[in-house]
Every structure is written in C-alpha cells, then in structure tokens.
C-alpha cells in the first residue's frame, strides 16, 4: 500500500505562487506516472499535471505556462509549482501515482485563490 502525502496549499492573492509536494511512502522509480488533479466545489476532478516514468509532462491547457509538475527521484516527491495563480484555480489539489495493477491518492490539499 503506497502512502502520499500532500503538503504545500493555503490562500494565496491573485497572481501569487505556491508550490505543493506529494511525498510517497515508496521509491517512484516503479510508478508508471505521477500526476496532479484537483477538484472545485460542485465539479468533477480533473487531471492538471502528469509526468511519466520518462520524464515526459503533459498539462491541462486551462494552466499551461502558469504550472510546472517536477520530481525528485531521491525524496520520492513530485512537485507541482503553480504560478500566476487565478481565482478560478481554487480547488482541493489530489497527487495520484500510478503504479503496477493500482492507482493510488493522496488525501489532498486546499488551494484558495483571492481576487
């Protein structure tokens, strides 16, 4: 069973950045992906970030040049750095890894965005 921890939300102005973290219990060699969604109140959750096992990263158009999903092999941690942050971006943040046979996720983070 894989464990993530999720760390890095708060309330943040319009325009400001913030940066989450997923830890994982486990090397993320093994993962197939590891990805970022989040979810606003009363919407479906939707994928905002994922970077596979290669390295590759695909982003949501809606933060495309605002957002930045990274990793550290070392720590067993994926970043996702969020910059230039909109009120529309306020939303739970979920980590989910993808592993062999299993998905898993994060219990998520609030992220509030003022105008």
């Known amino acids: 069973q894989v464990q993530l921890v999720e760390s890095g939300g708060g309330l943040v102005q319009a325009g400001g950045s913030l940066r989450l973290s997923c830890a994982a219990s486990?090397?993320?060699?093994?993962?197939?992906?590891m990805d970022w969604y989040r979810q606003a109140p009363g919407k479906q959750r939707d994928l905002v970030a994922s970077?596979?096992?290669?390295?590759?990263?695909v982003y949501a158009d809606s933060v495309k040049g605002r957002f930045t999903i990274s990793r550290d092999m070392a720590k067993n941690t994926v970043y996702l750095q969020m910059n230039s942050l909109k009120p529309d971006d306020t939303a739970v943040y979920y980590c989910?890894?993808?592993?062999?046979?299993?998905?898993?996720w994060g219990q998520g983070t609030q992220v509030t965005v003022s105008s």
């Open positions: 989910r890894v993808v592993a062999p046979y299993k998905v898993y």
């Open positions: 486990e090397s993320i060699f093994r993962f197939n992906a």
């Open positions: 970077i596979t096992s290669g390295g590759s990263t």
